[in-house]
């Protein structure tokens, strides 16, 4: 075990694990942020992904120990009441389904949007491709991107 001092959403928090644990699993078995979500474990489906100094990563596959000083920003940390362009624009195309990859569907445009504020449709399928969504939302999801892009 060792110790880490993370900075999540804002906030810097102390967590006493394994080097080699996921930060997925810190953040949801011992920080209780359970908005990223579990998938496919080889971050190849994208419901992990969370933000790493602002770059869309997936965290299943992520040691916390090579983590160090960056920021991480996950699901919760986008804002308090689903206030986010992106969560809002989530809403008004009623992008989820069963809801259990939206969380890194959102982060992953949240990313885009903010390195690609005026993204083409083949920027948008390029980026969510990466994203598996069981329900098969992909058009609700790049017309909540092009909205959220707007906003």
Do not use: F
Request: neutral net charge; hydrophobic residues 35%.
């Amino acid at each position: 075990m060792a110790k880490y001092s993370l900075k999540i959403n804002g906030k810097t928090q102390q967590v006493d694990v394994d080097p080699l644990t996921p930060i997925l699993w810190v953040l949801r078995d011992h920080l209780n942020l359970q908005g990223t979500k579990y998938g496919c474990g080889i971050a190849q489906c994208g419901a992990c992904t969370i933000h790493l100094n602002g770059m869309a990563v997936r965290s299943c596959q992520l040691p916390v120990s090579s983590i160090g000083r960056q920021e991480i920003t996950t699901i919760e940390g986008l804002s308090e009441n689903g206030t986010h362009p992106v969560q809002e624009a989530w809403l008004e195309h009623d992008v989820a389904q069963c809801g259990y990859c939206q969380s890194g569907q959102i982060m992953t445009a949240v990313a885009l949007l903010k390195n690609n504020p005026n993204p083409s449709d083949e920027d948008i399928e390029a980026t969510i491709s990466g994203n598996i969504c069981r329900c098969g939302t992909y058009l609700r999801i790049k017309e909540a991107i092009k909205t959220a892009a707007k906003k």
